[in-house]
């Protein structure tokens, strides 16, 4: 019985074997995302789920890089290249004109695009009309891996995670 355990518990930590091979895959992501807790802060009602509105809201939190309550131009530059945000209208959205979109403009203006339900339809992998943490952090994966390789370098790893999903 002690060595059958023993066996089983060495053939689970086989699998992390290739420990020194820095590759940046959508595990790696998993695993740092969910080493910050992101997700329950998103997750307003604690089910484990973000639905529609909980991840509207959650790239609002996410792009908003300086944590001021309003996207700026230049953070607004910067989801068009790296989330392919390109579809969105921001002056139609930045409804006071003040140039800035801020959270309840963000709200309205994601309402209007298709975009976000495109995103929630197509990462909800088994279809319970859910995001669960794993589909979430896949689903961004999917936008940052351009070539679809399922890798990502060093520096596009860092650079992306740093900024949006850093602590
Ligand atoms: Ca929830
Ligand atoms: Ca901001
Ligand atoms: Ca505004
Ligand atoms: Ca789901």
Known sequence: MGLCLFLMLGAVSCDDDDDDIEVFDNNTFFEDFSANNLFNDWDLDNDDLLDEDEMTMSFFETWDTNDNEMLDNAELNAIEEDFGMSTADWDVWDTDNDGMIERSEFIAGADTDAIFDSWFTDWDMDADGFIEEREFTDGVFGLWDDDGDGFLSE?????????YFGL
């Open 155 to 163: 520096v596009e790893y860092n650079g992306f995670f740093d900024t």
